[in-house]
């Protein structure tokens, strides 16, 4: 299978550099796959789990981003996220906690701002309790 040169980089780190089979960004239309030989483009992230697969390996893998970036020039692809986790690295009960912090929020009915900051929130947090394979917070 063909493969393609990736660098995912968040906000204080670099994520993962190396060459990729796949790559499954999370767009504001829905899921958006990348192989080798990619048109050149540049689209926004939205939070959501990123899937990809390594060359030899069987496994694909996944990780919570949040919003970003992604540019793909001349079979280079280049990730920018603010931020990016793989499962283990889930505090699920962290998420847990601003999931429903947020929806008290959102319940208040305060300010429109806040309403739109909190909906933002929940939807991290449920991203990442998704990722974390604990997405069921009742």
């Not at 990730?79 to 999931?99: C, F, G, K, M, S």
């Amino acid at each position: 299978m063909d493969v393609f040169n990736v660098r995912i980089y968040e906000a204080d780190s670099p994520f993962y550099e190396g060459k990729l089979t796949s790559l499954i960004i999370p767009t504001a239309d829905g899921s958006y796959g990348i192989q080798a030989r990619h048109r050149n483009l540049v689209i926004a992230t939205v939070p959501g789990i990123m899937k990809y697969r390594i060359p030899d390996d069987p496994k694909q893998y996944t990780a919570s981003v949040s919003e970003g970036m992604v540019r793909i020039e001349d079979g280079d692809v280049l990730v920018l996220v603010n931020t990016a986790e793989r499962p283990e690295e889930i505090d699920a009960e962290r998420a847990r906690a601003r999931a429903e912090e947020a929806r008290e929020i959102m319940l208040q009915k305060r300010s429109l701002q806040e309403y739109y900051s909190a909906e933002a929130t929940l939807r991290r947090a449920m991203v990442r309790l998704k990722a974390s394979g604990q997405h069921d917070i009742n």
